[in-house]
């Protein structure tokens, strides 16, 4: 049994309806047996209690056998649930509602899920650690449907650091109506650091580069170029360009630079994992 839900009974109403309300939300589902629609929300009600792990209270009045709380707050139809707060209803429905109705409500009067990670991500940013903050900003910004907000904060830090490949990504899947001043501020920062890292050898290496294709040593020195730049797509790239020709490049040296560099980008990151398990296929 969930210990965030809870019976509710002349017994226990004032404690946990009223006294508990004052130090988190109470949702209370009034319900009976014979309500077909409260069937359906219930087990709705019960799955958002268990996801948000305490967050509020969920508090279940059957309004057949405890009548007298269920004529307290007024209900008047089946399923009715209300949201208390400091011991006042503040908001609620009658009727079962879809899942979505439901969250948005609820989302008026909780933290979200994923705030956990912002405080995380926000922590690491006061630190200065940007390449701390970018894993649990792109989780939170995956977890809440890429909320404009936190993908701010999630671009932000892939900018700082030195993540422009991917920054620019995110910031391509904005559209039209979203970009806003913040959006505008970030793309200028994005441009600001490309411009700011590109060198003369960078571009001396990349005419090597396309002069000859087979030239390794310049592939792998330009990859080394690309990861200060924040260019790591490319610079992994580079490097598996030159091991799908020698897995043994350098004595080993360059398959060392791929994996030190898989590293720097961090566990659990998607382009990391990408050429983790392209080094993985082409070694084995």
């Known amino acids: 049994m969930n210990e965030h839900i809870v019976d509710i009974d002349e017994t226990n109403a004032q404690a946990l309806l009223i006294e508990e309300s004052h130090k988190r939300p109470v ?3 009034f319900w009976a047996d014979w309500c077909e629609p409260c069937k359906t929300l219930m087990p709705l009600l019960e799955k958002i209690t268990t996801e948000y ?4 209270l969920l508090a279940k009045v059957n309004a057949d056998t405890q009548q007298m709380i269920a004529q307290q707050f007024g ?5 009715t649930v209300m949201v208390i707060q400091n011991g006042q209803p503040v908001d609620g429905f009658m009727g079962a509602q879809p899942e979505t109705a439901v969250r948005e409500l609820l989302q008026k009067y909780l933290p979200a899920p994923w705030d956990p990670l912002l405080q995380q991500a926000s922590e ?3 630190q200065g650690d940007f390449a701390a903050a970018v894993a649990p900003l792109r989780q939170a910004y995956e977890e809440s449907g890429q909320q404009h907000n936190v993908m701010i904060a999630y671009v932000h830090a892939l900018i700082e650091a030195m993540r422009l490949d991917d920054a620019e990504a995110v910031l391509a899947t904005v559209g039209l109506a979203d970009q806003d001043a913040a959006f505008e501020q970030l793309s200028a920062q994005l ?4 411009e700011a890292a590109k ?10 580069v396309a002069t000859d294709p087979d030239d390794a040593d310049s592939r792998v020195k ?3 170029q690309y990861t200060t730049a924040g260019q790591y797509r490319d610079a992994l790239e580079n490097l598996y360009t030159v ?3 020698d897995t043994d490049h350098d004595n080993g040296a360059t398959k060392k630079l791929l994996l030190d560099t898989i590293a720097s980008i961090g566990k659990g990151d998607p382009l990391a994992a990408e050429y983790q398990r392209k080094l993985f296929s082409l070694l084995y």
């Open 75 to 79: 209900v008047r139809s089946l399923p």
């Open 124 to 126: 690491a940013l006061e």
């Open 222 to 224: 330009l990859a080394v």
């Open 199 to 208: 060198s003369p050898e960078m571009a001396a290496l990349e005419a090597a």
């Open 243 to 245: 091991l799908k020709a």
């Open 191 to 194: 441009q600001l650091k490309r």
């Open 27 to 29: 949702v209370v589902d």
């Open 53 to 56: 792990d305490g967050a509020f």
